[in-house]
Nanobody, 123 residues
C-alpha cells in the first residue's frame, strides 16, 4: 500500500489550496482517510477525517474553511482537502493517513502514512 500527498505550496493569507491524497496498492477495504498536520515546532494534529462510507469529522480549526471529500475505485482511493480562507496558523506539513486497511481478506494493517506536503501561508 502506498500513500502519497500532493498540492501543497505557498499561498497568501486568505487564499486557497487543494491537497490530494492518493492511496494505491492492494486495498480490499479501509476504515477512513484522515488529514493531519504538523505546524513548525508543534506536535502533529488531526485536521479532518472521512470514513469509507462518507462520514466526516472536522477538528475546530478546519470547520467552515476546509472540506474533505473521497473518491474510490478498484485501484485507487483519493481523499482531497479543499482549504479556503487560509491563515498563517495553517502553515504546516500536511500528512495523509489511511486507516484500518484490509490488505487481503481478513488481514488488516492499522494504518499507512504519506511523506507529507508543505503548506506555507504568508501574512
Amino acid at each position: 500500500v502506498q500513500v502519497e500527498e500532493s498540492g501543497g505550496g505557498l499561498v497568501q493569507s486568505g487564499g486557497s489550496l487543494r491537497l490530494s491524497c492518493t492511496a494505491s496498492g492492494t486495498i480490499f477495504s479501509f476504515y477512513a482517510i484522515a488529514w493531519y498536520r504538523r505546524p513548525p515546532g508543534k506536535a502533529r494534529e488531526l485536521v479532518a477525517r472521512i470514513t469509507s462510507d462518507g462520514g466526516i469529522h472536522y477538528e475546530d480549526p478546519a470547520k467552515g474553511r476546509f472540506t474533505i471529500s473521497l473518491s474510490k475505485n478498484n485501484t485507487m482511493k483519493t481523499a482531497d482537502l479543499q482549504m479556503t480562507n487560509l491563515e498563517p496558523d495553517d502553515t504546516a506539513v500536511y500528512y495523509c493517513n489511511l486507516q484500518g486497511i484490509e490488505v487481503r481478506e481478513g488481514y488488516f494493517v492499522a494504518d499507512e502514512w504519506g511523506q507529507g506536503t508543505q503548506v506555507t501561508v504568508s501574512s
